[in-house]
């Protein structure tokens, strides 16, 4: 593979990593609305039905996470290795002496996506537990 192919591949592997990261993100945020507004509210077989469909999704859409980083992480460290043979490569950041460092990213990312996963899930039941709630006014707001 040519030190254009490898720069190109580089970059598309980053972008679709954060495109699935996003989504990862998405769901996650989407689920702290849920559980803020929401979670007070269902009944013990709701909210294991939606912890269920959540715990999915953010299984499919984590491991989409893990994996395409581990494949970004994998070719830096294939860059690194190789930017002493060609000079071409040298601008790119894994061929300096940060990208030793590449190979930890996928355990990074993985107590990453951990932390995340525990933390929403936290919310929903601290929420649920103390029935947090803000009540909307009756009638028109003041002006």
Known sequence: MSDFELA??????LNTAN???SNFMALVFAMLTASFFLAHRME???????????SIGAVMTGSGVL????????????????????ADLAWLGPAGPG??????MPVMISVLLAVTYIGSLGFFFVVRARRI??????????T
């Open 8 to 13: 190109l591949l580089f970059s598309e592997y």
């Open 67 to 86: 994996f395409a980083f581990s494949d970004f992480a994998a070719l830096g460290v294939h860059i690194h290795e190789t930017a002493g043979q060609s």
């Open 133 to 142: 709630d803000r009540p909307e006014p009756d009638g028109e707001a003041d």
């Open 44 to 54: 013990r077989w709701v909210a294991a039905l939606f912890l269920l469909l959540y």
């Open 99 to 104: 990208g030793a460092g590449m190979g930890n």
């Open 19 to 21: 495109f699935i990261f």
